[in-house]
Structure formats: structure tokens, C-alpha cells
Nanobody, 122 residues
């Protein structure tokens, strides 16, 4: 079993920055990817950014150049932390942000965090 715990959400003014963290623990193996999704009220959940165990990243067009995903692997592969630095935030970035972990042969995320609220408003 894997546990994902997010933190770092909050209220920020347009143009501001936030850093989200996702601490993963449990039965983590070396080959998997982690990602951030978000869901705004009345909208479907969308993938925002992802990073593979090899460090490859990809981003939704709406956040390219503003958001950066990166990770900090523990040496024993029993723990991992993924971050997402969010700069130049816009009101349309307001959503609940979820962390996910997908094992190598899975088509969809195997584990989800509880979510953290990000609100961009003046």
C-alpha cells in the first residue's frame, strides 16, 4: 500500500507563487511516475504535470512555463517527495490539487492523495 499526503495549498493573489508537496510512503518501487491533477468546481479532473522515475516531465499547455514539477527520491526507495512550484498564478488555477502515483504497467493512477485547495484571488 502507498500513502500520499499533500501540503502547501492556500490563498494567493494573482501573480503570486505557491509550492505544493506530496510525500509518498509505503510499498514504493523504483519504476513509477507521479503527477499532479486538479479539479475546479463543475469541471473534470485534469492532469497538470507529471514526472517519471527517470526524471522526464510533461505539462498541460495551460501551465507550461509557469509550473515546475520535481522530486526528491530517498535512497531506500521507500519514500519519495514530489513538488510542484507554481508561479504567475492566475484565478483560473483555482482548484483542488491532487497528487497521484502510477506504477509502470498501469494506464491510470493507482493511488491518490486527499487533495489540497489552491485559491487564486485578489
Amino acid at each position: 500500500q502507498v500513502q500520499l499526503v499533500e501540503s502547501g495549498g492556500g490563498l494567493v493573489q494573482p501573480g503570486g507563487s505557491l509550492r505544493l508537496s506530496c510525500a509518498a510512503s509505503g510499498s514504493i518501487f523504483s519504476i513509477y511516475s507521479m503527477a499532479w491533477y486538479r479539479q475546479a468546481p463543475g469541471k473534470q479532473r485534469e492532469k497538470v504535470a507529471a514526472i517519471t522515475s527517470g526524471g522526464n516531465t510533461n505539462y498541460a499547455d495551460s501551465v507550461k512555463g509557469r509550473f515546475t514539477i520535481f522530486r526528491d527520491n530517498a535512497k531506500d526507495n521507500a519514500r519519495d517527495t514530489v513538488y510542484m512550484q507554481m508561479n504567475s498564478l492566475k484565478p483560473e488555477d483555482t482548484a483542488v490539487y491532487y497528487c497521484s502515483l502510477t506504477r509502470i504497467h498501469s494506464a491510470t493512477p493507482d493511488y491518490w492523495g486527499q487533495g489540497t485547495q489552491v485559491t487564486v484571488s485578489s
